[in-house]
């Protein structure tokens, strides 16, 4: 839970539940299967703040750095401030004002070995999300998706592009 007030402007409350039964979240991490991050920063990208939040609490409990931005102009100045510490990006693709896409085109025009992962909650029809991705190479969540699935997906695209560094 997560509580916020301000004198003369309110309360706001935020609770967070969890998305599977205890059990099950403790014998998974138990299993130690959960891929964790090695101090890493990932600039997470979302106009939507409770998902931003949530990414990057989840992240920070798996040993990674997290920078913020919400919406495709903050995370270009981001980027290019701290360029040399971010790691990976991870953007949503429907924002206002510069959308996924044209921050993502943005972004290799400075950096083409810049590494991403897109998601979006409302491209499902894989010819219409690869015709906005304009590449197959690009990792893609779909929202909503699980711990699992995001650990698991920012670690072997950060794994891939350490490899290919290496030869």
């Known amino acids: 839970m997560d509580v916020q007030s301000e004198p003369g402007k309110g309360t706001q409350f935020k609770v967070y539940l969890p998305a599977t039964d205890a059990a099950e979240v403790r014998e998974g991490a138990a299993r130690g299967d959960i891929p964790k991050g090695n101090g890493q920063c990932v600039l997470v990208v979302d106009d939507e703040e409770s ?4 990414i990057q609490a989840t992240l920070r409990g798996r040993n990674y750095r997290v920078r913020t931005a919400k919406d495709g102009t903050e995370a270009l100045a981001v980027y290019m401030k701290h360029k040399n510490e971010i790691d990976i990006v ?3 693709l429907l924002m206002p004002y510069l959308d996924g896409p044209s921050t993502v085109r943005t972004m290799r025009k400075f950096d083409p070995d810049v590494k991403i992962i897109a998601m979006s909650g409302l491209l499902v029809d894989k010819a219409k999300r690869d015709e906005v991705l304009a590449s197959d190479t690009m990792p893609f969540l779909q929202k909503p998706f699980s711990v699992e699935n995001l650990l698991t997906t920012l670690y072997e695209a950060l ?3 350490d490899l290919a560094e290496a030869v």
């Not at 998902?51 to 949530?54: A, K, M, W, Y």
């Open 159 to 161: 794994q891939s592009s």
């Open 51 to 54: 998902i931003v939040d949530l």
């Open 90 to 92: 991870l953007i949503d």
